[in-house]
């Protein structure tokens, strides 16, 4: 039986809306993120895997990663700290994996400051790693933190209580997500800046950019390298994050960034895109998957990134 006009022009008008909020089709299960290799995703500064078992911080993306068979697996490392110690925290993890599920490598996906976090984890441990990818990660420093560095100098009263407030805001949510990993807000902060991130990157320069603002080697020790980022501060008016992120973007000028990372900063290994429509917290689909009306679905970016190391053997 043939469709009335009246449904035909309710379908176009469905598939419109559909297309408009970047939204997809319910999925049938199949193997279109099923990797060789477990996935693991490593959350930024002040993040966390899941707040009271009802809040996770990569909002709907571990769910629609497995719906097409990928095996992942969500971290939960110090929310502030250095990248080194956080690096090593995550070590242990992947180890108890591979000891209690068998996996040998994984591919690793880092946020933030989970960018250098699993790049540390790369470089001396390539044995554990097949991929690593960070997304919104401030590889060459945050001018946020230089800021807060020239703000609060060393020395002063007001540094240390804010390193104080922010490092018991770490242990507050360690302590909600049920773990009680150790927090240091200035260690943190060290790593950040753009002298720490410098000194970082002469120590584990796998995957480095060889021109300013430009890409690296995608492949470096039998490790694949990616990156990818966002430039769209102000990127939805109901959700209240934007706020705060467009306040942090004045230290940028005239930079683009997502709110705590400039574009060229986010650069690391293979540059698969540097400027989605999303701010910092769009990069993981906060709050709540609001994002711009015409930006990229954050979860569909993420399985066809998936699909793309199945593809290339991962």
């Known amino acids: 039986m043939s469709l009335s006009i009246s449904q035909r022009a309710w379908g176009r008008l469905l598939f419109t809306l559909f297309l408009a909020f970047g939204l997809s089709w319910p999925a049938v299960a199949g193997d279109y993120t099923k990797t060789r290799y477990p996935v693991v995703l490593v959350h930024g500064l002040l993040g966390f895997d899941e707040l009271g078992g009802v809040f996770d911080y990569w909002y709907d993306i571990p769910g629609q990663l497995r719906a097409d068979g990928a095996k992942v697996y969500v971290a939960n490392v110090s929310s502030v700290n250095s990248s080194e110690l956080r690096g090593e925290q995550l070590i242990d993890y992947l180890e108890t994996l591979q000891a ?56 002063s009263p007001g540094r240390a209580l804010v390193a104080g407030l922010v490092s018991a805001l ?10 009680d990993d150790p927090q240091d807000a200035l260690a943190a902060l ?99 998957g609001l994002r711009g009306l015409f930006a990229s679905s954050p979860p569909s970016v993420y399985r066809a990134h998936v699909n793309r190391l199945k593809n290339v053997g991962l």
């Not at 001396?124 to 919104?136: E, F, H, K, N």
């Not at 890409?215 to 209240?240: C, H, I, K, W």
Request: charged fraction near 15%.
């Open 100 to 155: 209690v599920q068998g996996h040998t490598r994984f591919n690793l996906v880092g946020h933030s400051h989970g960018g250098p976090t699993v790049r540390y984890v790369a470089s001396v441990r390539p044995d554990l790693v097949a991929s690593m990818t960070s997304v919104g990660s401030p590889h060459a420093g945050s001018k946020v933190a230089d800021g807060l560095n020239a703000t609060l100098p060393d020395g």
């Open 170 to 179: 770490g242990g507050f949510l360690e302590w909600l997500s049920g773990d």
């Open 190 to 288: 060290a790593s950040l800046n753009t002298d720490g991130a410098a000194a970082f990157n002469a120590s584990y320069p796998e995957g480095a950019p060889t021109s300013p603002c430009g890409q690296g080697a995608e492949q470096v020790g039998g490790v694949r390298y990616y990156s990818m980022g966002g430039t769209s501060v102000l990127s939805n008016v109901f959700d209240p994050s934007d706020v705060m992120l467009g306040a942090s973007s004045l230290f940028f000028g005239f930079e683009r960034n997502d709110g705590l990372v400039g574009r060229c900063a986010s650069h690391w290994g293979r540059v698969l895109r540097d400027d989605y429509a999303w701010n910092h917290l769009d990069e993981v689909n906060q709050i709540a």
